[in-house]
């Protein structure tokens, strides 16, 4: 079980993403046909706008 958050370290690193930004990246990302249609930098960067917008609404 400890190396559950390690690896999920490790993937938000190599996607240059924060913890919060990986969790929106996987929830846009199940869709396939948002990856086909976007490709993973657009979605990394929707992924960081949808965390800076519920930071600043909460």
């Known amino acids: 079980m400890a190396l559950l ?4 370290f490790k993937r938000g690193t190599d996607l240059s993403l924060t913890d919060e ?7 846009i ?5 948002a ?3 976007m490709g993973d930098a657009k979605l990394r960067l929707i992924a960081a706008e949808l965390v800076t917008q519920v930071r ?3």
């Open 21 to 27: 930004e990986v969790a929106f990246y996987d929830a």
């Open 56 to 58: 600043k609404s909460g």
């Open 5 to 8: 958050p390690l690896v999920a």
């Open 35 to 37: 990856v086909k249609a």
């Open 29 to 33: 990302a199940a869709n396939e046909s």
